[in-house]
């Protein structure tokens, strides 16, 4: 499963790319956020943990694991799921997102991808 979810947060990045170069502020939060969800799944398989696969129990297990108990990741990249989230429901269900806010979307979910990818692969 660890690498289902690592081709996904991969698969979503590049849409994230796509659609913001096409002006698609909102898609792009969207499918940023589901870059970091997925690679935050895949490092919680990788960790040997089975999650039931919701938001919320993702993030509990992910932070736990990575920031609380392991100390594997530097404490200020302990919100950015959350961050990404919040910015993701804004898009979904709310008032939408600017095209900088969905840059620093991007660039955000990108990094932690990448961080992520540094730390499990």
């Not at 993030?59 to 961050?83: A, E, G, H």
Request: hydrophobic share 40%; proline share 2%.
């Amino acid at each position: 499963m660890k690498e289902t979810f690592l081709e996904r947060a991969k698969e979503n990045i590049k849409a994230a790319e796509l659609l913001f170069e096409n002006g698609l502020y909102n898609a792009s939060a969207n499918r940023a956020y589901y870059a970091a969800f997925h690679i935050a799944i895949a490092s919680i398989f990788a960790s040997g943990i089975i999650p039931n696969i919701d938001h919320k129990t993702v993030q509990t297990l992910f932070s736990d694991y990575f920031f609380n108990k392991r100390k594997i990741l530097p404490s200020n990249y302990k919100r950015y799921l959350k961050d990404l989230q919040d910015k993701r429901n804004i898009a979904d269900y709310k008032t939408g997102v600017s095209k900088k806010t969905a840059k620093n979307q991007l660039n955000d979910a990108k990094e932690f991808v990448e961080l992520i990818l540094g730390v499990i692969t």
